[in-house]
């Protein structure tokens, strides 16, 4: 109801930055999303209360379809307009096959692309399902090996990596470079 009010009380508890999410992305009326009063705010209005109220703001969570086809350019546009860096893709589409991850890989690999052309990088929010083994390996490994560092960073979700039983001091360990975030 009140995004500059909001933002100067975390602002107030000491916090220094804020991720957003794609206001446009997450109007839906559903329990995951709800911002439908605050997507229709302009990004430079938007980039005006985070710097109002003392913060930065360096990334912000999309969903995967609006980094492809008719929904990327608007997307990226905003993007633009409140200043972010980099666009972390809040999820990708669980494979029930290798097959169906290598498809998954791919269109993030595109949206890496795309992302990069226009001045961003991309992160992915790590999901449970990365966890998952198949038989050559557990997919958050092979899609590291799969897209390429400067088109991919990871958001590692200590939720989700906990839940599934791994250890995120060792991924840490492993994979510290592509991480850019917890």
Known sequence: QDLPGTLRHVA???YGEVELISFPGYAAN???????PLAGMRPSDIRLAIHGAGLRVESCHFKMLQLEGNELGPSLDWARGV???EIVVSAISPGETAADWENSFGRLARAGDAVARAGFSLGLHTPSDVWRVFDNGRVFDRLLQRIRPARLNMQLDL??????????VQVLAIHGRRIHSL
Not at 30 to 36: C, I, Q
């Open 30 to 36: 559903t329990p995951r999303d709800g911002f439908g």
């Open 83 to 85: 200043g972010i860096r």
């Open 159 to 168: 939720s989700s990596t906990l839940s599934r039983g791994v250890d995120p």
């Open 12 to 14: 107030s508890l000491g």
